[in-house]
């Protein structure tokens, strides 16, 4: 199953599967909420996170925070239960229902990159002074 996911405004979210007949709902919550939005969708239809095989992320233009936060919980998705990952920049002005039938007239085509995390340099973990002080004790 594809899963679309648009978290384009910082108030709402998009989700939907892309099938023959496209199914999206419309969540009016903020990126802390995204997660929980993204687990009661699929168990409004009878969906497990492992039946998702790909997903479609809109990853622009819009509200960096909200993309941010769909992003990464897709990005944790795609690394953990190794879905793939596609992104696709949607007009602001198009609807999703639009968009998402013109991606499954023309499947994964066209504007569609496969998206995959890349690190440049490893984690920068530092300790803070309150535990520096601590070790000097």
């Given amino acids: 199953m594809k899963l679309y996911v648009n978290g384009q405004d910082i ?8 099938a023959e007949v496209p ?3 419309h ?4 990126p802390e909420g995204f997660l929980a939005s993204l687990s009661a969708f699929l168990s409004t239809h009878d969906l497990m996170i ?11 233009p819009g509200s960096a925070t909200a993309l941010r936060a769909s992003l990464a919980i897709m990005n944790t998705l795609a690394f953990t239960k190794e879905v793939k ?3 696709v920049e949607k007009p602001v002005d198009q609807s999703d229902l639009a968009f998402v039938q013109s991606l499954h007239v023309g499947g994964l085509g066209g504007s569609v990159n496969e998206l995959q995390a890349t690190y440049t340099r490893g984690p920068k973990i530092t300790a803070t002074t309150r535990d ?3 070790r000097k004790l």
Avoid: K
């Avoid at 108030?11 to 892309?18: F, I």
């Fill in 85 to 87: 990952l596609y992104g």
């Fill in 11 to 18: 108030a709402h979210l998009t989700l939907g599967l892309l």
């Fill in 132 to 134: 520096a002080l601590r």
């Fill in 27 to 30: 969540f009016e919550i903020g």
């Fill in 23 to 25: 199914v999206l709902e």
């Fill in 50 to 60: 492992g039946d998702i095989d790909s997903a479609v992320v809109v990853t622009g």
